[in-house]
């Protein structure tokens, strides 16, 4: 079922670096591509979102970047917190169906 | 707090016993999602309702699962005879009606987490 493959499994970054999680997509009728955050024993919780309209979104310390032709995402986490700990998962929605595929997740540990 | 509600956050039961979940969504979010989540894994769709029809169905929902929204606003998912293989976290989402970037957002629940003995 999974049609958005999410890369890498595991991140470990310093205090203050730049986390990056990259995502792939096979569906170019996708048209809505979120980033959610999941903290253990929490439900995912949105953190930002991009229609393939534009190549970069950024909202805070936290920036999307968009390659329709490669059918690739990713976000960018700068000066990263031992707060933003957690696992990311990129997902990926097509208008008018209403499956959101997710990919597999990436745990992140900032370290202090 | 005015976030979608799950209950119980926790449920062991033991092999063929039958469960029921309950998702509350956001007070005005007229459509509503089930997913399931294992370990390791993101979540997977179950099923869609738009107020109170049931829309959508993966194939992952067995015979054995059963979701209503009887009056469009919470909803249930059954589990009946569950197996062991059906331990896992069950996610509800809810949308709002409107268009544009809000089409597509999803406000997940905390979730259930599902062990079956």
């Known amino acids: 079922q999974q049609q958005v493959k999410q890369s890498p499994q595991s991140l470990i970054v310093q205090k203050g670096g730049i986390s990056i999680i990259n995502c792939a997509y096979e569906?170019?009728?996708?048209?809505?591509f979120p980033w959610y955050q999941q903290f253990p024993g929490k439900g995912p919780a949105l953190l930002i979102a991009?229609?393939?309209?534009?190549s970069e979104k950024k909202e805070g310390r936290f920036t999307i970047s968009f390659n329709k032709s490669a059918k690739q995402f990713s976000l960018h986490i700068m000066d990263s917190q031992p707060g933003d700990s957690a696992t990311y998962f990129c997902?990926?929605?097509?208008?008018?169906?209403?499956?959101?595929?997710f990919g597999a997740g990436t745990r992140l540990t900032v370290k202090p | 707090d005015t976030g979608v509600s799950q209950d119980p956050r926790h449920k062991i039961t033991k092999r063929g016993q039958n469960v029921t979940f309950r998702c509350d969504p956001i007070?005005?979010?007229?459509?509503l999602y089930w997913y399931r989540q294992t370990l390791g894994q993101g979540p997977e769709f179950l099923t869609y309702?738009?107020?109170?029809?049931?829309?959508?169905k993966s194939r992952l929902l067995s015979d054995r699962f059963s979701a209503e929204r009887p009056k469009g606003s919470f909803s249930t998912l059954e589990i009946q005879r569950t197996e062991q293989g059906d331990s896992a976290m069950y996610l509800c989402?809810?949308?709002?009606?409107?268009?544009?970037?809000?089409?597509?957002?999803?406000?997940f629940g905390p979730g259930t987490r599902l062990t079956v003995l």
């Open positions: 007070s005005e979010h007229n459509r």
């Open positions: 989402a809810s949308s709002p009606r409107t268009g544009g970037m809000l089409y597509n957002e999803q406000f």
């Open positions: 569906n170019t009728a996708f048209d809505y």
């Open positions: 997902a990926a929605n097509e208008r008018g169906v209403n499956d959101m595929r």
């Open positions: 309702f738009q107020n109170e029809a049931q829309l959508e």
């Open positions: 991009i229609r393939p309209d534009v």
